[in-house]
Nanobody
Framework: QVQLVESGGGLVQPGGSLRLSCAAS????????MGWYRQAPGKQRELVAT???????NYADSVKGRFTISRDNAKNTVYLQMNSLKPEDTAVYYC??????????????????WGQGTQVTVSS
């Protein structure tokens, strides 16, 4: 089984910073893209940032210049450094990864996996 476990959310004042981490574990053959999405109350889940296995980050316009996505392939971990946070960044942040799993000793079908979500609240 494959699991994504997030950490690093919390309460921060406007203008502050937070760093989210997400580690993938379990029967993993390979990981392609990893990324972060968020969902605010009453809104649809939206893309925040993604990064491919070889790099090439991609950001939502609303976070460009403030957020930085990175990954450590040796640790199967993706990070999101969030600076200059605004109240509108308040949301539950979800980690996502496109993973090819091992399934009973064989290579399984690739699919999206999601973390459980971590709350980020930006408020004074």
């Amino acid at each position: 089984q494959v699991q994504l476990v997030e950490s690093g959310g919390g309460l921060v004042q406007p203008g502050g910073s937070l760093r989210l981490s997400c580690a993938a574990s379990g029967s993993i053959f390979s990981i392609n893209a990893m990324g972060w999405y968020r969902q605010a109350p009453g809104k649809q889940r939206e893309l925040v940032a993604t990064i491919r296995n070889g790099g090439f980050p991609n950001y939502a316009d609303s976070v460009k210049g403030r957020f930085t996505i990175s990954r450590d392939n040796a640790k199967n971990t993706v990070y999101l450094q969030m600076n200059s946070l605004k109240p509108e960044d308040t949301a539950v942040y979800y980690c996502n990864a496109y993973i090819i799993p091992f399934n009973r000793g064989s290579i399984g079908s690739p699919r999206d996996y999601w973390g459980q979500g971590t709350q980020v609240t930006v408020s004074s």
